[in-house]
């Protein structure tokens, strides 16, 4: 299901080959298709995370209405752009890729980025703290918990 | 908020300044926890090891024995006392010791109705989630039963990130979803691209889940979300235009936060 984060900015990239400098300038193994120009993306951003085919929705929205979505938030000031990228929750690619690419944009752009799950505004460096923590080996864990879940569901449903 | 408080992302306190209301002088209120069926656990238990749950200040006897069998699982327990069914926390579950055992009110907006109570999780409808079709809220009403059942079932594991145990919970529930076989919701329509084509098309969006009536129409779109924000009538439209449902088809928005809303 769908989870979310926003990025705020005052300056915007020019285009996905900018994008993708400042992703290469982390060093992520992150690939962005430039099939789509960057002014005019609107929906599934397709990329490729260590060459396995995944991405993301990203929107261009507009930063007052967002801010004003949230309105116990203090976002610091009135930021200019905002980027919306959205993915599907179950699919960690998604999510990761989804980390990777905010994070390299707040950097490139010395913007922030919001966390709709936690609330919490976070520049590149912070971003960066939560991109190493889904990189961790524990899908595991994760298809475990699922798995024993439903056995109980079932139980009780 | 409260959502995030069970999640361990923010604290009870940090939560109540946020609301402009006094701090708790309890410890525990200082220290992020998580809503587990047996109570909120202080969310480092996992971090400082088994012992970690029964020796932290604000911890109840209930969250030892989870710990001692390392388990992400908690086994209901349907004796265990709860807050009463028509108080505002209803079928929360209370606790002992330090940790509060329930939660300030938090401000909305819209009118409020407790109409359903599953083991222990509380949650609240929106009276305009109802959109008076029968089958659509046969649908909704199940679809958050099997929310709850995947709510109260799934664990925290221990030291995981918020993160990850959001993508644990929404990845429980797409399963769950696909798994319970609901009428008019085939497998392909859960986290369906749109307009229908292949994973990753260009510009696509994915729904979370659609209903289909006995024609295939898509008479409902689902939208499960696990943050603050409602559902915009912005991405309410553009949900119904890039999967071709009619503009009156309704986008219902449900909460892992325990909330549930229409957005016409």
């Known amino acids: 299901m769908s989870m979310e984060l926003r990025l705020f900015s005052d300056r915007r990239l020019s285009a996905i080959g900018e994008w993708q400098n400042a992703i290469a300038a982390e060093a992520f193994p992150l690939q962005l298709s430039d099939e789509t120009s960057f002014d005019s993306v609107n ?27 949230y309105p116990g938030v203090d976002f610091g000031h009135d930021w200019k752009y905002v980027l919306a990228l959205r993915w599907l929750g179950s699919k960690r690619d998604e999510m990761l890729a989804a980390w990777m690419a905010a994070t390299a944009y707040a950097r490139a752009t010395e913007g922030v980025v919001f966390d709709e799950l936690d609330g919490k505004i976070r520049n590149a460096s912070q971003a960066l703290e939560i991109v ?10 994760v298809d475990a918990a699922v798995k024993e879940a439903l056995r109980r569901l079932r139980s009780r449903l | 908020m409260e959502g995030r408080v069970k999640l361990g992302a923010v604290t009870l306190n940090e939560m109540r300044d946020a609301l402009g209301l006094d701090p708790f002088a309890t410890p525990a209120a200082d220290r992020p926890m998580v809503l587990t069926a047996t109570g909120y656990v202080p969310i ?8 970690a749950v029964a020796n932290a ?38 606790s002992g010791g330090e940790v509060p055992a329930t939660l300030p009110a938090v401000a909305n907006d819209d009118p409020i109705t407790p109409a359903r109570q599953y083991a222990s999780t509380l949650v609240i409808k929106h009276p305009g989630a109802w959109t008076g079709d029968s089958r659509t809220d046969e649908t909704t009403d199940k679809l ?74 898509i008479i409902a779109i689902y939208d499960v979300k696990t943050g603050e924000a409602d559902l915009t009538p912005t991405r309410a439209n553009q949900l119904r235009a890039k999967t071709g449902a009619p503009s009156k088809t309704s986008v219902i928005q449900i909460r892992f936060n325990e909330a549930l809303s229409k957005i016409s």
Request: aromatic share 8%; glycine share 14%.
């Open chain 1, 43 to 69: 929906g599934f951003l397709q990329s490729h995370l260590r060459g396995k085919l995944t991405g993301f929705e990203c929107n261009h929205w507009d930063a007052s209405e967002v801010m004003a979505e």
């Open chain 2, 44 to 51: 480092e238990a996992g971090v400082g090891g088994e012992g």
């Open chain 2, 144 to 217: 958050v039963t099997v929310l709850q059942g995947v709510m109260e079932t799934v664990e925290y594991p221990p030291g995981m990130s918020p993160q990850r145990y959001g993508q644990l919970i929404h990845q429980a529930f797409a399963t769950a979803v696909v798994a319970e076989g609901l009428s008019g919701i085939g497998a392909d329509d859960v986290e369906t691209t749109f307009p229908e084509g292949p994973y990753g098309s260009p510009g696509s969006i994915r729904t979370d889940v659609v209903l289909r009536n006995d024609d295939g129409k």
């Open chain 1, 132 to 141: 190493r923590d889904l990189e961790s080996d524990d899908q595991h864990i």
């Open chain 2, 57 to 94: 200040p604000g911890a109840n006897a209930k969250t030892a024995p989870l710990v001692e069998k390392r388990s992400v699982f908690k086994d209901y327990d349907p004796d265990e006392p709860r807050v009463p069914a028509g108080n505002p926390d209803g079928g929360q579950w209370t």
